[in-house]
């Protein structure tokens, strides 16, 4: 709910509070007033019928009493005129019923114990009704009759008619109260008007220029249009969003000097990431190209010489007489020692570059890598390709062999593993690689840290050159999963 709302329903709230307060005491003391008021002219009313009736009675006999007493009863705000003894016997009554009945009234009663007036307000005949009872004293003139032993004779009992009083208060009550509910609307409208004039416009203007603020719009301001506590509110709003602004510019200048040394510092590293990339590149080129190489020169050179050494020690083990025993065995050695050194040095010049990546492609390579080397070992090895129909460029095979060769390495070396799954995937574009172990597993980060990790770094930056993404996942007892995922047109 909005500030002037909940305002204006607070003042009309307050002014409902006080009219409802003042007004009800009002209806109270007037009510008394005029209730006050019947009660002081029913008692002279009273007064007079006494003083009537009691003429009548030294004057007339009972039928001059009761004629007279039937003429007061007529009257419009008389109900009942009642002449009782001093037994509560109906003497005379404006209802010819009631003569001769006894009555038991306490008021009555009282009334003849203290010789005093006694009013009571009743219900009768679905009327509010004021009754007064006045004793009848035994005055001398009334002894002729009735003696001077009794200091009461009687009571007269009058009972007058409330309800054009009350009547009267009701029809009060509705004007006072549509006077009251016309004074509480023009009152009320008048305060909240001034007060949404005074206050709720301004700080709604207010309000609205906050708002501009937060959105971004610094250059907001509130009008200050009196000298008052709103005004001076207002004064300090705009004092405090000059200063919101300045520091907004001098934000957004540092921001865009900012984004200017970011783009710069920005463009100088990727320079350096591009001649760095540049530079692996070359490097595993040359690297490629050296071990090329290398291969070919020990194939060439040392491969036929322990050949041609193996050659000339079996036609001198032949040429040999048969009791020359000891120089055949010495010989025989020879050929095995030179034997092994040559399967070595093929071993050695295959991991160098297997011939058969560069004549047959990635999978037979993969396949005689992993026969050569993981099942030599006993470890059991299951190799899959997926997407494969096609032989890819001879870049992207030397990379993903020689990723692969270094992981097969670091099992057989470090693992401890009995089972190895490849998975070699090409899909959109990219080749995906899943290599998993059931060794020992290690601390990855810490293995990156080592200065001896040179394997773990090797992947990385062969992946990172080609800019494909690398994920390794080791646990100690739980095996260790290398995935990388390299583009197809990135090499």
Not at 255 to 280: F, N
Not at 451 to 479: D, H, N, Q, T, Y
């Amino acid at each position: 709910m909005k500030l002037q709302y909940k305002i204006t329903f607070f003042i009309f709230l307050i002014l409902l509070v006080i009219g409802v307060a003042g007004a009800g005491i009002m209806l109270h003391l007037q009510r008394q007033a005029a209730f006050s008021q019947f009660e002081e002219s029913a008692l002279s009313m009273a007064e007079m019928i006494h003083e009537t009736l009691e003429h009548d009675m030294l004057e007339g006999g009972q039928e001059n009493i009761q004629d007279a007493v039937a003429r007061i009863a007529s009257v419009p705000l008389i109900n009942e005129v009642v002449i009782l003894s001093s037994t509560q016997k109906v003497y005379a009554s404006g209802e010819i019923s009631e003569i001769g009945k006894t009555r038991h009234d306490a008021e009555i009663a009282q009334a003849l114990a203290t010789g005093k007036i006694v009013t009571r307000t009743e219900i009768m005949y679905g009327q509010s009704e004021l009754c007064v009872i006045m004793p009848v004293m035994n005055k001398p003139e009334c002894q002729t009759c009735h003696g001077a032993e009794a200091k009461m004779l009687g009571a007269i009992e009058i009972g007058l008619n409330r309800s054009p009083i009350e009547k009267q208060l009701r029809t009060q009550m509705l004007l006072m109260a549509l006077i009251g509910g016309l004074t509480f609307i023009a009152v009320g409208g008048a305060v909240a008007f001034m007060v949404r004039s005074a206050v709720l416009n301004p700080l709604s203007k207010l309000s609205a220029s906050a708002r501009r603020i937060s959105k971004g719009d610094f250059s907001a301001r509130a009008e200050v249009e009196k000298e008052d506590e709103v005004g001076m509110v207002a004064r300090t709003f705009n004092e405090m969003a000059e200063r919101v602004e300045q520091y907004a510019r001098a934000l957004e200048d540092s921001k865009r000097e900012l984004e200017a040394r970011v783009q710069e510092r920005t463009k100088q590293v990727q320079q350096m990431a591009a001649v760095r990339g540049q530079l692996l590149q070359r490097l595993i080129s040359a690297q490629e190209e050296e071990r090329r190489r290398v291969a070919r020169e020990l194939h060439d050179e040392a491969g036929q010489a322990l050949s041609a050494i193996m050659m000339n020690l079996s036609r001198a083990i032949e040429a040999l007489p048969d009791e020359a025993t000891e120089a055949k065995e010495k010989l025989a050695q020879s050929r095995s020692l030179a034997a092994r050194t040559l399967a070595d040095l093929r071993k050695l010049i295959y991991d160098l570059r297997p011939e058969v990546l560069d004549q047959l492609g990635l999978v037979p390579a993969l396949r005689s890598y992993v026969k050569s080397h993981l099942e030599a070992q006993k470890i059991k090895a299951q190799l899959s390709f997926i997407g494969l129909k096609d032989r890819l460029s001879p870049q992207v095979e030397i990379t993903l062999f020689r990723i692969i060769q270094e992981a097969i390495t670091n099992i057989i070396r470090h693992s401890g593993a009995s089972e190895v799954n490849i998975q070699v995937t090409a899909k959109n574009s990219m080749v995906t690689t899943t290599i998993k172990d059931n060794g020992k597993g290690f601390d990855v980060e810490a293995a990156f840290q080592a200065p001896e990790s040179w394997g773990l770094r090797g992947i990385r930056e062969r992946v990172a050159i080609l800019g494909g993404e690398l994920k390794i996942e080791s646990k100690r007892g739980k095996g260790t999963s290398i995935e990388f995922r390299i583009p197809l047109g990135s090499v």
